[in-house]
């Protein structure tokens, strides 16, 4: 799951609650999440715990909204954000999780293994990005788009 492009930010966490329910041990919710949208509805973390739900979450940590940066330019400080510690989260929650930052491909793909092995349990996954970090695609997009700002 990830939320679309716009006027939808912090839906995908509440979103991945719904459908993790929904699937009654059918089946297991992905979930990709920019830190930013993740900060707005963060409390849900708390609740898929509490209900001991097995989503796998990553969070694309760019300390801050990356698409509004490439937007609205990188130097608008209104688009930084408290780069907070998500891997550690669950810890905080005193929860059986797996929980694990990530900063290279190699790493990502030494980790996702072990997200089967964990399959009884919430994983979250922090992915650690440069702050500058964007898709080529977005980047091309975002310059079709400021032609008519």
Same mark, same amino acid.
């Given at each position: 799951?990830?939320?679309?492009?716009?006027?939808?930010? #912090?839906?995908?966490? &509440?979103?991945?609650?719904?459908?993790?329910?929904?699937?009654?041990? $059918?089946?297991?919710?992905?979930? =990709?999440?920019?830190?930013?949208?993740?900060?707005?509805?963060?409390?849900?973390?708390?609740?898929?715990?509490?209900? /001991?739900?097995? &989503?796998?979450?990553?969070?694309?940590?760019?300390?801050?909204?990356?698409?509004?940066?490439?937007?609205? #330019?990188?130097?608008?400080?209104?688009? +930084?954000? $408290?780069?907070?510690?998500?891997?550690?989260? &669950?810890?905080?929650?005193?929860?059986?999780?797996?929980?694990?930052?990530? +900063?290279?491909?190699?790493?990502?793909?030494? =980790?996702?293994?072990?997200?089967?092995?964990? $399959?009884?349990?919430?994983?979250?996954?922090?992915?650690?990005? +440069?702050?500058? +970090?964007?898709?080529? &695609?977005?980047?091309?997009?975002?310059?079709?788009?400021?032609?008519? /700002?």
């Amino acid at each position: 799951m990830v939320s679309n492009i716009w006027a939808s930010i #912090g839906y995908t966490l &509440p979103a991945a609650l719904g459908v993790t329910l929904a699937l009654e041990n $059918q089946g297991r919710a992905f979930v =990709v999440i920019g830190d930013g949208a993740f900060q707005m509805t963060a409390q849900e973390l708390s609740t898929l715990l509490r209900l /001991k739900l097995n &989503p796998v979450i990553f969070i694309v940590n760019n300390q801050g909204y990356a698409f509004e940066k490439i937007f609205y #330019g990188p130097k608008d400080t209104f688009n +930084d954000i $408290q780069n907070w510690n998500y891997s550690q989260l &669950p810890e905080l929650f005193n929860c059986d999780a797996y929980s694990v930052k990530v +900063d290279s491909l190699e790493a990502l793909e030494t =980790v996702l293994p072990l997200l089967k092995v964990h $399959q009884d349990k919430l994983c979250l996954v922090e992915l650690d990005m +440069d702050k500058h +970090d964007y898709s080529e &695609p977005i980047s091309e997009f975002i310059a079709l788009l400021n032609q008519y /700002k």
